[in-house]
């Protein structure tokens, strides 16, 4: 008879917390990067000086499709999302997903981390060393990423330990 697996209580109210704050983020990077698209003088609560700018850093070309669709897509084309738009699917499915306790879901979980993370060390690259800029949003993205996929790679040990009990 195979036991019965419950979500331990830090991984619900850390992913809970990770997701909305990841969700939170993402809103309002859109938020910004929406704003400045009507009014270029916009200036958001998190542009803080000349290099610490995030509504400069959204408003890049790296601010959709991680700057890479542009090759393949027009500017316009509706597959060139903002990379917020991008961040607000992650953390929905990173929410929902969350609550299956599948092997398939933890799987999917770990992959679609693996792949924020590398998201985010491709624009914190960009970021550094070809915009010059700090942006505290972003900066604050890539922290919510790395935790979930630690979070995420917890749960996929603790699933496969007591898949190999029963």
Known sequence: METAMAMPTWERKARTFL????????VYALHVELSREK?????????????VSCSRVFSSRWGRGFG???YFVDKENP???PNSVLGIIFY?????????LSRKAAVFLVFSSWVSVAGSLYLAAILAFVLGDLC???VSTYVVNFALLFTNLKRQRAIEGMKEKS
């Open 136 to 138: 505290v949003v972003c």
């Open 19 to 26: 997701c909305v704050l990841g969700l939170g983020l993402s």
């Open 39 to 51: 009014n270029p003088d916009y200036r958001a609560m998190c542009d803080l000086g000349e290099s």
């Open 92 to 100: 929905s499915l990173q929410m929902v997903l969350g609550l299956s």
């Open 79 to 81: 597959l060139n999302q």
């Open 68 to 70: 890479l669709l542009q």
